[in-house]
């Protein structure tokens, strides 16, 4: 008998696709045409349509469209991370996605991970039946949909092996340099013009920056969370959870501190996936006070609308109608789920 696969369909997933989204949506919304298109030593013009990046959208659009494209998959980006559709949206978010890295002149390596995500988690998206992914899934609505489950986790557990090499990958490479290993570099990074704190925060960093022991300890810190976040796999629950804390404060840092922050949204969408259970949803009811001063504010109720004129809620795709969606439990509590390969 297999095993039960947790259904993937979760907004722990869905946060992560819109996590995504918006890393890609902030560099195509906030750099100008000219900024992301230009001739880069060594490559010549961007976009450069050759080999499979032809098949990227800046590829196919005219020469004088580049500015109309890039609104238009900014739009495309706003959908896919209002949660809308998401069977619809999955492979349009891959190749906005893949368009991007191949593309532009500014890529760096969150829009390399966004590609690799987004094409994952299109194995999860293309299969999900619900009209928006910040949806719970109704209990027993998957049961008829064994194959889509399996494929569905498939993806997920793919995004989380990915995310553990990443992590590995990163912190061996960083080894044999001497800067690491005396505990340095972070000095070097910190008084980089390009990368260094901005101004408002000098005064916070560069204390550290002059102490050996912080220098130490900004160096060594990050090479320990990302060996850490590279075993989590192996690890318990309770344990992975801390390290999700401190990979989240990690990459809020280099944000805040280098100005990559398509790269932090991406590496942040990848950590929901690698350290939340599988199956699990994110609780987001609002407190019972919040709740009561909104009723007594705008004189809504907790009935779906229609409740009592004989109108029945909406149903999901393919599946029968149901009541409002009621978010299960915590975020370490799993969702339903379905045998493989059975009835259920």
Request: with cysteine.
């Amino acid at each position: 008998m297999l095993r039960a696969v947790p259904v993937p369909w979760t907004n722990v997933y869905g946060l992560a696709r819109t996590l995504l989204a918006l890393g890609t949506l902030g560099t195509l919304a906030f750099s100008s045409t000219g900024t992301l298109f230009r001739p880069v030593a060594t490559q010549g013009d961007h976009p450069v349509c050759a080999g499979p990046m032809r098949a990227g959208v800046f590829c196919v659009a005219p020469e004088d469209g580049l500015t109309a494209t890039r609104w238009l998959c900014v739009l495309v980006l706003v959908v896919v991370a209002s949660g809308w559709r998401p069977r619809w949206t999955a492979l349009p978010h891959a190749w906005v996605s893949f368009s991007v890295f191949s593309g532009i002149a500014i890529a760096d390596g969150g829009d390399q991970v966004t590609v690799v995500l987004s094409t994952l988690l299109a194995l999860t998206a293309l299969g999900d039946p619900r009209r928006w992914h910040w949806r719970v899934l109704p209990e027993g609505a998957a049961r008829h949909r064994p194959r889509a489950v399996l494929a569905g986790a498939t993806g997920l557990v793919l995004v989380r092996i990915q995310m553990s090499f990443l992590y590995f990958q990163s912190c061996v490479a960083k080894l044999p340099h001497a800067e690491w290993a005396d505990g340095t570099a972070m000095w070097y990074w910190g008084h980089s013009i390009a990368f260094g704190a901005p101004g408002p925060l000098r005064p916070l960093v560069d204390p550290v920056l002059a102490s050996p022991l912080g220098v130490a300890l900004l160096t060594w810190v990050p090479l320990v969370i990302e060996m850490g976040l590279a075993a989590s796999l192996l690890l318990a629950q309770r344990w992975r959870w801390r390290l999700f804390a401190a990979g989240v404060l990690f990459h809020l840092s280099i944000a805040v501190m280098m100005g990559l922050w398509s790269f932090a949204l991406a590496m942040i969408g990848g950590l929901v996936v690698l350290c939340f259970p599988l199956g699990s949803h994110l609780d987001v009811t609002p407190p019972e006070a919040v709740r009561a001063v909104f009723r007594r504010n705008t004189g809504a109720t907790d009935r779906p609308e229609g409740a009592g004129d004989g109108a029945k809620p909406e149903a999901e795709d393919g599946q029968e109608p149901f009541g409002p969606p009621v978010p299960a439990g915590s975020p370490g509590t799993p969702g339903p789920s379905a045998p493989a390969g059975s009835g259920r």
